[in-house]
T-cell receptor
Framework: GEDVEQSLFLSVREGDSSVINCTYTDSSSTYLYWYKQEPGAGLQLLTYIFSNMDMKQDQRLTVLLNKKDKHLSLRIADTQTGDSAIYFCAERSTASKLTFGTGTRLQVTL | DGGITQSPKYLFRKEGQNVTLSCEQNLNHDAMYWYRQDPGQGLRLIYYSQIVNDFQKGDIAEGYSVSREKKESFPLTVTSAQKNPTAFYLC??????????????FGPGTRLTVL
């Protein structure tokens, strides 16, 4: 079955860039996503990328997709304390189902 | 305001009791989903429904049941057969179809604690 993996924790200083990495196994993935979860809340979609793209930029967010290595990354420029959250990578290989990674907890220190 | 609501936010139950978690959406979405979240394990799919009166098991359906009698509602029952029910439960919905990025919109979650 599909599998999506992420490292569990990342700590960065305020103002630095954060890079959160994700690997997936399903080569038939059509879309890949990054979701953000604030403490005790649901998930919110941050950005997504279609599988035929290599890169997508949206303000402070840059998504890089290496389809050959099945590697997805999310770069947050000028990381702020408000960016502290859990970030989930997800992939979609069928019309309805998403497979989520374990989530990476981003801690932003002053 | 369109959105997806879950109630209650916190739920406590005694071991051996069934409990039903509510999920309602007014986004006119066809598809609805239930996930379970445990620390360090991410989100795992319990059940999903692509259309009214139809639903499919996800990866961890044992000990859970659902119904989809109305488009807006997708309640989840945690039965006494679920061996470790204490968790954070998230409901989501999305439009259906393959030619779209199909964002899943999430509710705020229900934290279930079984004593």
């Amino acid at each position: 079955g599909e599998d999506v993996e992420q490292s569990l924790f990342l700590s960065v200083r305020e103002g630095d860039s954060s890079v959160i990495n994700c690997t997936y196994t399903d080569s038939s993935s059509t879309y890949l996503y990054w979701y953000k979860q604030e403490p005790g809340a649901g998930l919110q979609l941050l950005t997504y990328i279609f599988s035929n793209m290599d890169m997508k930029q949206d303000q402070r967010l840059t998504v890089l997709l290496n389809k050959k290595d099945k590697h997805l990354s999310l770069r947050i420029a000028d990381t702020q304390t408000g960016d502290s959250a859990i970030y989930f990578c997800a992939e979609r290989s069928t019309a309805s189902k998403l497979t989520f990674g374990t989530g990476t907890r981003l801690q932003v220190t002053l | 305001d369109g959105g997806i609501t879950q109630s209650p936010k916190y739920l406590f139950r005694k071991e051996g009791q069934n409990v039903t978690l509510s999920c309602e959406q007014n986004l006119n979405h066809d598809a609805m989903y239930w996930y379970r979240q445990d620390p360090g394990q991410g989100l795992r799919l319990i059940y999903y429904s692509q259309i009214v009166n139809d639903f499919q098991k996800g990866d961890i359906a044992e000990g859970y049941s659902v119904s989809r009698e109305k488009k807006e509602s997708f309640p989840l029952t945690v039965t006494s057969a679920q061996k470790n029910p204490t968790a954070f439960y998230l409901c989501a919905s999305s439009i259906e179809g393959t030619f779209s990025y199909n964002e899943q919109f999430f509710g705020p979650g229900t934290r279930l604690t079984v004593l």
